[in-house]
Structures are given as structure tokens and as C-alpha cells.
């Protein structure tokens, strides 16, 4: 009998369910036998109160960063109460056991903390089966931290660093790096992309604001196409389709060297054709851009988890931080003219590209199967 994988993720952003992708499609290429299932739970339980708490996120970081963040930081060094976990239950993922006793994996992966808290309940009520989580950015909130998940699987030898002060043992870690999609595996001539997308073979800066669209992508673009004669722009609105109206209203992007686009399915593509990035530092983007030997810029995280992403890539040198549009010229300066920061920038991810295993995590998975005995008591 084959085994079978169930990756729990939570349609909040895409870097939660990219990543659930990115993993079945490595343990999918290395043991086709394996089945593996993604459900995001939340939307899959109770799709009206998901979509209840995706727009309160989104009006809160919008009109509130400041009072989010305080949301963010407040115990953010300590795991869930039970009393917290049994909220996320109650709200998001009533009946989730259910779905567990019908599909009977061998196997339940989370790449989201509310349905690792959910599980991870259950097994404290009493549940039995095993549970691994991949935490897709680059530090720790204490909402990941669960006892009773059994193998965590992270970004980084710093987030094990992390779960450890948090009470995780040592042998529950595995640093990883995080899965990313197959697109991302394969190298491709960055002039036969160009090509491909009728983008110009000239210094190109991409900006991108994850797959909702956020990060001051408007006034990035008023300000890098002040530059269109020497540089070609290509702004990627993701899902937010009334930004990308909105900016096509713009006489000035009407220009042979600016390019808008919405959500794309082969991101690699277009960021094999840029010279450069700048983004909000969502965790799988960050992952895929360092991928693709891709130079990062960082304009305005969003409070809590990307300013943590943030942090730990300056700290790292692997990426810039923007604090401005004021650095917006001195940046494109930079850019044209191959500046020494520049230099290394690039060094600096070559060196972590020397580190990137694309299917790392997918082959501990498989491994992690084979010492695995179907047991439930649910």
C-alpha cells in the first residue's frame, strides 16, 4: 500500500500554500508512489469566517500597522495558550478530526500555525498520529511553537535557535531551507526569458508585493518610472486587480520600458528576467528570489513577521532595506553602474545559493514515511 501525505495550509497570503506546493511536487518527483493532499482547512471548514479574518488582517495592517504589531509582539516569545488554540479551533477549524479519520495519512505536514495549533490540540485531547510543520519564514512567533508536533522543519540553523528558547527539543528540528516550487529547480537563460516575455535585454527591475498585492507598490512605481528611459520596470500586482487599474491610469506606464502584470503563475520567469527585486519580505518570495540569485530590496514589511524576515536578511546580508522613496535614484544608480554594494549583494547569495536544496525537505519527508506506522485513535 502506498503512504499517503496530508499538507494542512491556510489561504492567508500565498507563501503558506506555495510552500505545501513546493513540497508535494519535490516528494511527487522523488517518490511518485507517495500520495499527497492539500487542503486549506480554514477555507475548506468554514470559508466565511476565513474570509472574515483575511480582511480584518488586511484593513488592520492598512489603517493600523502600529496596533498589529503590538498584536504581533504582545508574548510573542511564548507558545498559545490552550485557551487560544481552543479559539482557532472553535472559529476555523471545527470538525477538523473528521477530515483526519477520513483521509487517514500517514502523515500530517502544516505550513500554517493556525492549523499546527489546531492539530496540535487534538493531540493533546488525545489524538494520535504524527505531525510535522514547516515554518515558512525566516524567525519564530510563538504561535508555531507546539509540543506536540514532532518534527519541525525550518528555514534555517536561526529559527532552530529560536524553537529551542521557545522549549522545542533539538532532535524535533531539521533546518531544510524551505520547499519552493518545481519552477524554481530548474536553471534557464536569462536572455531566452526576456525574449519569451517580450520584455528588452536592459537592467530590469522587478517589484512585487506578494500575491495580495501590498507593500506601497504605487508609489515604488511612480517613482522608479522616472527612470524608464535607462531601466526597464515591471511591476506585479498579484491578485489586487484594482491596483493594477489603478496604475494603468497612469499616462506614464504606457511606455514600451514599463511593464504591469497580475498574478502570474511562472513568478521564476520574471524573476530570471530581472537584474533586481524589491519587495515586502514575504518568506517564500525572499526564498525563491535568493533562489534565482536574484538581488533583494526591501521596502516596507509588513509589521510582525516580515519585519522579522527583514531583520534576519540585513542582518545576514542578503538583502537591503529601502527606508525611503528618497533612496529610490541612488538605488537605480547602483543598479546601472554595478556599484560595490551591488557586488556584494551578489556575492553574498551566491554563497547562500551554494546552501539552497530544493528538496531537502521533500526527501526528509520520504525517509521520515518510511520509519512511519499508520496509528490513529481519533
Known amino acids: 500500500m502506498s503512504k499517503k501525505v496530508l499538507i ?24 511518485p508512489s507517495i500520495q499527497t493532499q492539500i487542503l486549506e482547512v480554514g477555507q475548506t471548514l468554514h470559508p466565511l469566517t476565513s474570509k472574515l479574518l483575511v480582511n480584518s488582517y488586511l484593513k488592520m495592517i492598512s489603517l493600523s ?12 516569545n511564548q507558545p498559545l495558550s490552550d485557551w487560544k488554540k481552543s479559539v482557532i479551533y472553535q472559529l476555523f477549524h471545527r470538525r477538523i478530526e473528521v477530515i483526519i479519520e477520513q483521509e487517514k495519512p500517514h502523515l500530517v505536514i502544516c505550513t500554517h500555525p493556525f492549523t499546527s495549533s489546531s492539530l496540535s490540540r487534538l493531540k493533546r485531547l488525545g489524538h494520535t498520529f504524527t505531525l510535522c510543520t514547516v515554518i515558512t519564514d525566516f524567525h519564530v512567533h510563538g504561535a508555531w511553537v507546539h509540543s506536540e508536533v514532532d518534527i519541525y522543519l525550518v528555514s534555517s540553523e536561526d529559527i532552530s535557535t529560536q524553537l529551542m528558547q521557545m522549549g522545542i527539543p533539538e532532535n524535533r528540528l531539521i533546518a531544510t531551507g524551505l520547499p519552493i516550487s518545481s519552477n524554481f529547480w530548474l536553471r534557464k537563460n536569462k536572455q531566452e526569458i526576456r525574449k519569451k516575455l517580450k520584455l528588452k535585454n536592459m537592467p530590469s527591475v522587478l517589484v512585487m508585493g506578494g500575491g495580495l498585492g501590498l507593500g506601497g507598490i504605487q508609489q515604488l512605481a511612480n517613482e522608479l518610472i522616472k527612470w524608464k528611459e535607462k531601466i526597464q520596470v515591471i511591476i506585479c500586482t498579484g491578485r489586487n486587480e484594482k ?8 499616462k506614464m506606464v504606457h511606455h514600451p520600458h514599463v511593464h504591469i502584470i497580475g498574478f502570474v503563475e511562472h513568478i521564476d520567469e ?21 533562489s534565482k540569485g536574484l538581488p533583494l530590496y526591501i521596502y516596507q514589511p509588513i509589521p510582525g513577521h516580515e519585519e522579522g524576515n ?11 532595506q529601502i527606508d525611503g522613496l528618497n533612496h529610490i535614484d541612488e538605488l537605480i544608480g547602483n543598479l546601472l553602474i554595478s556599484s560595490t554594494e551591488m557586488q556584494f549583494l551578489q556575492e553574498r547569495i551566491r554563497e547562500f545559493q551554494q546552501n539552497v536544496d530544493p528538496l531537502a525537505s521533500a526527501e526528509f519527508i520520504i525517509n521520515l514515511l518510511r520509519q512511519t506506522r499508520v496509528h490513529y485513535q481519533i
Not at 492567508?12 to 506555495?18: L, V, W
Not at 500597522?65 to 510573542?76: A, T, V
Not at 520574471?270 to 535568493?290: F, N, R, S
Open 8 to 31: 494542512l495550509s491556510e489561504a492567508i497570503g500565498d507563501g503558506h500554500t506555495k510552500a505545501a506546493e513546493g513540497l508535494m511536487q519535490g516528494i511527487s518527483h522523488l517518490a
Open 270 to 290: 520574471w524573476m530570471i528576467a530581472a537584474d533586481l527585486l524589491i519587495t515586502k519580505p514575504g518568506g517564500l518570495t525572499c526564498y525563491e528570489a535568493l
Open 310 to 320: 527583514c531583520d534576519y536578511l540585513v542582518k545576514n546580508r542578503l538583502a537591503i
Open 243 to 250: 491596483l493594477r487599474r489603478t496604475l494603468l491610469k497612469n
Open 65 to 76: 500597522p502600529s496596533i498589529w504589531r503590538k498584536l504581533y509582539q504582545y508574548k510573542q
